[in-house]
């Protein structure tokens, strides 16, 4: 399994904007093939952590390349303080209840 874990620190007046395109990209990633999990957190006011796994790094690449998640990594420069921390991981072992 392919995991992806993302901070991201919004700007305080786009953080119900950040929430909300999160939300849509839950909803539309639930179709894709490959994809395992996405789950989204949120720390405080402004700052957001994203948990995601995929069958395979070729699920992942499919899901970074579609035009929600691109559309909205186009647009961190308005939406974050910063560029986002990103982590991608080979998942070992673990269970989920």
Do not use: N, W
């Amino acid at each position: 399994m392919s995991v992806c874990v993302a901070i991201l620190q919004a700007k305080p007046e786009h953080a119900e904007e950040v929430e909300a395109t999160l939300r849509d990209i839950v909803d539309a990633t639930r179709d894709e093939k490959g994809a395992v999990t996405f789950v989204i957190h949120r720390q405080g006011a402004d700052r957001f952590i994203v948990y995601e796994k995929y069958a395979d790094d070729a699920a992942r690449d499919a899901h970074f390349a579609t035009p929600y998640v691109s559309g909205f990594v186009a647009r961190f420069g308005e939406l974050l303080v910063a560029e986002p921390q990103i982590e991608f991981a080979e998942e070992l072992a673990g269970f989920t209840r």
